[in-house]
């Protein structure tokens, strides 16, 4: 309301002054000037005691009623003088003798026949001190003329008597008057004899004495209530003590009245010429319209509470025009529901309303044009709150506080409403309330689309703004959908089982789907770019519309958004072409800022890759936003973005490698080019990562599914997989490449130190010559590790290491007669198999130990051994070679071996030789065994045995024993063994070899008994082959043979050459 004039001079007592508002809602000035008499009568011609919570100052209630209207302080002393001269109303006081109890038994029977006198008397009797006991003995037919004295019926036979009888009783002056009740028990004449029937104790018979003494017909006096006017309140309902006239019974029991106080006659206008309640309800919408507007947290937080000021001047109205509960009621709702349509307040107002006149219901009580009012008052409150459903996303915004809660209460309002026996009586047309909201959130809903459509409607007409500005409609429409969906839905279902959700999407769905087609069809297939990005948001809008439909109960037909996706048909291509050109660009700008230096300190890959990895995953994205509904076509889109990623991958290697090379040559800093080739290396690797997370990342095993009905699965792994695969191995050249250039800086160094220990011929023990190669390579290392990943670390190592055996086979490879240098080499090898598998950090022993390395770690540990070690070599060789001896070419030998620990003898028997080859021209041989124990340095006191010669035998029988002395832990040293060579013997030239066998003496039986064992009895015969030694010559024996200055070299070699000699093998 706007201000209209200056602020009156009354002020309610804590108020501060506000400009003065135009509060006349709804009523013409005449009206208004009226209902503001009205309410002056009332509170000049005020009745009774005020109550506790009202305001008892006239002055204050005159001011409030002054600002109510809005009037200001001429008009307020014209109205006030107007009503001076106005007559007063006449006073009444309007008496419920409602019931008694505990009253006295005057009759016979014990019981009383009571009834009623009151009446008003006009000047009260009052005792001369206020606190003064002294009863007032006159009764009513005493102090008040018979023609204004009221009489209740008689209730016979009773101490309880219940009457609820009505009177009005007029009054001049309320400080003067008073009321006066007298009970009274009425006394009919009977016989003695009928009394005597209802005798019951001797209480009765004194009373039948009693009675005898007094007049025929003389009623008994029961007591009486008297009370002032004054002290009553405008309304009163309580027990009052009826009061004896004298001390003989003083407790006489108590009597429940209800009092009012009303007028008659109002001289005002109104009230002469319009009914009551009618005129109570315009007085009550005109102070509820002003209570909202004062209501500081605004009309819609008002809850119903009236002011102090207002319930007292409503309730003195109320009373002077004894309206009923119900016709207050009535009025309040015709009030509340008219102002709830103009000055919205909190709805659950209306409920008490609703709930009273319920309870209240009798419909005779009512006049015709009451109930017209009231279905009138109905029907429009029902119109109305529809109408605010129907506009429910403006009225009730989620972005005010407490909305949620006034469309909950509006909705329980018009519910219950609907549901009273008053409005299903008076309304005959009843309306479907479910239907009616259903209807209006229809329209509601087309109409909020096309406020927004016109809302968002571009300034420039072109396809690109027309793009944006559908999406942003979407936008729109989905949000209010989510609304509708998360908030408001439970409302509607709750109260009138009405899905709002359902009927709002299937609405706006339709309206979509229609505007969409219609925007599109002017889209022409060469559209811009930044049509096409616009087209691309819009399609991501109506796919999650789309995805909505979710939320529906069951619903029978296609949706209009079925297929929506056929309209974007002809831009994909354009969104595939823009995903690829923005990551491209972003990756080439990615490597010309890339410095190649870590990122971070956990990291060993530079920033580049952060971005391509951002690169990929916002193709990744585009794809998962795309969710092509059609499987063939979705294959096709996969396979466009999977070839531009691969295709980026390799620029990147290409640009990445280009940019390390370009920082170098412009640094001439061999240590930082070295770094940059490990941050290329490991970038490489991380895109190598990025590239095979694309199957899970781009989910093609759901793709396979979806596409099985339409596509081969051998075409979806020849054209994704093998377009992975080859570039996979493309990354793996590129890295293999880079990690080989690494390897080429440090082999040079680690051959200059291995060249540099081979060549050298200090004295020093291996493990000092070889510390310049092992810093070396630990500090180079050390580096390369911290620089690359794992994986790239381990394929450096492996190239390392193969070239590292190559250079050490190399420097092994001449025969060298020091064995110094051997053995500088065969701790190199082992030191460089240490650093390289680092305690499991590095390479596996399993690829360390590659063919070319046993067969180095070999020949440097011949090599690098003495010449007895040699020796015992050759006889060790010599004796697994007996055992894996099969073949009896040459024959063989069997004998049985014992030692005997406490003689420290070994004892050997020569049984006999078998299967021997004839050497003698007569086709047979003269064989016998001679016996040595070898190496010789090891037994150098021993001398050799022989047996005897057997003449003509193939297959001698010797049988003949021979004892060596010998300590037991020469028979556990390595090569250890008994020589046992069969000859041929020979007058006239040197005897014929017919064969060699080796028998160990690292187990022969007895070695490790504690005691010696009885006899040779138990020991097992041993059969041992003879063999021939190779003459093409053994490793072992070369390399003692190019140790010249080593006579037990030379002399060992030499024996064994002569022995090869007479060997019948062959080359």
Not at 245 to 256: A, D, F, I, L, S
Not at 372 to 381: P, V
Not at 1014 to 1040: C, N, Y
Request: aromatic share 8%; glycine share 4%; with cysteine.
């Amino acid at each position: 309301m706007e201000a209209a004039g200056e602020v009156p001079v009354g002020t309610l007592p804590g108020e501060e002054e506000t400009p003065k508002m135009d509060l006349s809602h709804r009523f013409s000035k005449q009206e208004l000037a009226l209902l503001y008499e009205e309410v002056l009568y009332t509170i000049r011609h005020r009745l009774g005691k005020p109550e506790p919570h009202h305001v008892a100052d006239a002055q204050e209630l005159y001011a409030y009623v002054q600002k109510a209207f809005g009037m200001d302080a001429e008009e307020h002393r014209v109205s006030m003088q107007r009503v001076k001269e106005l007559e007063s109303p006449i006073f009444c006081l309007k008496a419920t003798v409602k019931e008694a109890k505990g009253i006295l038994g005057k009759d016979v029977s014990g019981f009383s026949d009571p009834y009623c006198l009151l009446g008003i008397e006009a000047k009260s009797q009052e005792p001369a001190h206020p606190d003064s006991k002294k009863r007032l003995k006159a009764v009513v037919k005493d102090l008040i003329p018979e023609d204004q004295i009221h009489r209740t019926q008689v209730i016979s036979q009773t101490l309880s008597p219940v009457w609820d009888e009505t009177f009005i009783l007029e009054f001049e002056d309320t400080e003067t008057a008073s009321f006066h009740l007298d009970m009274w028990d009425s006394d009919v004449v009977e016989s003695v004899r009928h009394k005597l029937g209802e005798l019951t104790d001797l209480h009765g018979l004194k009373r039948i004495f009693k009675d005898a003494r007094k007049d025929k017909g003389q009623d008994d006096f029961l007591g009486n209530v008297v009370l002032r006017l004054k002290d009553l309140h405008c309304w009163d309902d309580q027990w009052y003590q009826l009061e004896p006239r004298t001390e003989t019974y003083p407790n006489r029991g108590q009597c429940h009245l209800q009092f009012l106080l009303t007028h008659k006659r109002r001289a005002t206008t109104s009230s002469r010429t319009q009914p009551s309640y009618t005129v109570h309800r315009h007085l009550l919408q005109q102070l509820v319209s002003y209570e909202i507007l004062q209501h500081q947290a605004g009309s819609i937080a008002w809850d119903g509470e009236l002011s102090r000021h207002a319930s007292t001047v409503l309730y003195l109205h109320a009373t002077q025009k004894d309206l009923s509960d119900f016709h207050q009621v009535m009025a309040q709702w015709l009030a509340y529901s008219k102002l709830y349509q103009s000055l919205e307040f909190n709805s659950n107002c209306l409920l008490h309303q609703i709930t009273s006149i319920e309870y209240q219901w009798v419909q005779e009580r009512l006049r015709p044009e009451q109930k017209a009012e009231l279905a009138e008052s109905f029907q429009s409150l029902l119109t109305y709150g529809v109408s605010l459903i129907r506009r429910y996303r403006i009225i009730f915004p989620l972005s005010v506080m407490r909305s949620t809660e006034r469309l909950q209460s509006l909705l329980r309002v018009l519910v219950q409403m609907c549901k009273m026996k008053a409005f299903r009586e008076l309304c005959t047309l009843s309306p479907d309330l479910p239907k009616m909201v259903s209807e209006a959130l229809k329209s509601g809903t087309t109409e909020w689309f096309h406020m927004k459509k016109q809302h968002l409607k571009p300034m420039v007409k072109s396809m690109e703004e027309n793009g944006k500005a559908l999406a942003k409609l979407l936008l729109e429409v989905i949000g209010d959908l989510q609304q509708c969906q998360k908030t408001w839905n439970k409302f509607f279902i709750s109260t009138l089982k009405l899905n709002l959700f359902s009927i709002a999407y299937v609405e706006l769905e339709s309206l979509v789907a229609e505007h969409v087609q219609e925007q599109l069809r002017k889209v022409d297939s060469s559209m811009s770019k930044p049509t096409a990005e616009s087209l691309f948001q819009l399609y991501l809008n109506l796919q999650e519309l789309y995805r909505m439909k979710d939320f529906l109960p069951k619903r029978d037909g296609p949706l209009a958004l079925s297929d929506f996706h056929q309209w974007f048909k002809e831009a994909v291509p354009q969104w595939l072409q823009k995903a690829y050109t923005i990551a491209l660009e972003r990756a080439q700008r990615a490597v010309q800022m890339d410095q190649l230096v870590p990122f971070g300190e956990h990291n060993k890959h530079s920033t580049s890759t952060v971005d391509l990895s951002t690169c990929y995953a916002q193709i990744v994205k585009t794809w998962q936003q795309l969710n092509w509904p059609d499987p063939e076509e979705a294959f096709m889109i996969m396979v466009k973005l999977v070839e531009d990623m691969c295709k980026i991958a390799l620029m990147y290697c290409r640009l990445i490698k280009a940019r390390a090379e370009a920082l170098s040559l412009s640094e001439q800093n061999e240590g930082e080019a070295a770094n940059r080739l490990c941050i290329v290396v490991n970038n490489i690797k991380q895109l190598r990562l990025l590239i095979l997370k694309l199957p899970s990342q781009l989910d093609w095993a759901q793709l396979e599914r979806r596409t099985g009905a339409v596509i081969d699965p051998q075409q979806i792994q020849h054209t994704l997989h093998h377009q992975l695969d080859s570039t996979v191995s493309c990354l793996d050249h590129e890295v293999q490449d880079v990690v080989q250039a690494l390897a080429t800086k440090l082999e040079a160094g680690i051959a200059r130190h291995i060249q540099e220990l081979s060549a050298s011929n200090d004295t020093r023990e291996p493990e000092d010559s070889i510390i310049p190669l092992m810093k070396f390579l630990e500090s180079e290392l050390q580096y390369l590790n911290e620089h690359l990943v794992q994986e790239n670390f381990k394929s450096l190592l492996a190239l390392l290491w193969h070239h590292t055996l190559a250079v050490l086979t190399a420097a092994a490879g001449p025969q060298m007669s020091s064995t110094q240098r051997y053995k500088k080499l065969h701790c190199a090898l082992k030191s460089l198999e240490l650093c390289f598998h680092a305690e499991g950090c590095g390479l596996p022993l399993e690829t360390l130990h590659s063919a070319a390395f046993l067969t180095l770690e070999s020949h440097l540990a011949l090599c690098s051994s003495t010449s007895r070690k040699l020796i015992q070599k050759y006889f060790s060789n010599r004796i697994q070679e007996q055992l894996d001896a099969s073949s009896e070419k040459y024959g063989a030998v069997t004998i049985k071996a014992l030692y005997r620990p406490s003689e420290q003898k070994l004892r050997v028997e020569v049984l006999n030789a078998v299967n021997l080859i004839p050497l003698d021209s007569n086709g047979s041989s003269d064989p016998f065994v001679q016996l040595t124990l070898e190496p010789r340095h090891e037994f150098p006191e021993v001398v050799a045995r022989t047996t005897q010669c057997k003449r003509n035998e193939l297959h001698p029988l010797f049988d003949e024993a021979f004892d060596f002395l010998i300590p037991p832990e020469k028979c556990r040293q390595e090569g250890a063994c008994l020589l046992l060579t069969v000859f041929d013997y020979d007058t006239l030239g040197a005897n014929d070899l017919e064969g060699e066998a080796f028998f160990s003496l690292r187990h022969v039986p007895g070695l490790d008994a504690d005691e010696d064992q009885a006899d040779m009895g138990w020991v097992p015969q041993t059969r041992l082959s003879l063999t021939h030694p190779k003459p093409s010559g053994d490793e072992i024996l070369r390399l003692l043979e190019s140790r010249k200055g080593d006579k037990e070299a030379q002399a060992f070699v030499k024996l064994r050459k002569q022995r090869a000699k007479q060997s019948k093998e062959t080359a």
